[in-house]
Nanobody
Framework: QVQLVESGGGLVQPGGSLRLSCAAS????????MGWYRQGPGKQRELVAV???????RVADSVKGRFTISRDNAKNTVSLQMNSLKPDDTAVYYC???????????????WGQGTQVTVSS
């Protein structure tokens, strides 16, 4: 019913930048928060950044000052601008959205398929 499609991953050198984008589509009545999580090799999935419909953000300490999350409520999109990338940022990045498909149903969390970000020289 709800699809999240990510784009923008790839290979970048340390110190470089990438921009991830995610578009939500399908049966959507309302979206609460949208965000990005990542899972590095041998690690658990972790929060990177989330943003509410009102624009409030929460950013992981490990990326604060380097990554910026933004959102377009009209287009149901969320983006993650990643600057000063480090090898430790290498991971699969997943888009997440908390979506209400109809007014009578509760919000549910949906995930994208993930996009690989590799930071290496």
């Amino acid at each position: 019913q709800v699809q999240l499609v990510e784009s923008g991953g790839g290979l970048v050198q340390p110190g470089g930048s990438l921009r991830l984008s995610c578009a939500a589509s399908g049966s959507i009545f309302s979206i609460n928060s949208m965000g990005w999580y990542r899972q590095g090799p041998g690690k658990q999935r972790e929060l990177v950044a989330v943003i509410t419909s009102g624009g409030s953000t929460r950013v992981a300490d490990s990326v604060k000052g380097r990554f910026t999350i933004s959102r377009d409520n009209a287009k149901n999109t969320v983006s993650l601008q990643m600057n000063s990338l480090k090898p430790d940022d290498t991971a699969v990045y997943y888009c997440s959205a908390v979506v209400q498909v109809t007014i009578i149903l509760p919000y549910q969390n949906y995930w994208g398929q993930g996009t690989q970000v590799t930071v290496s020289s």
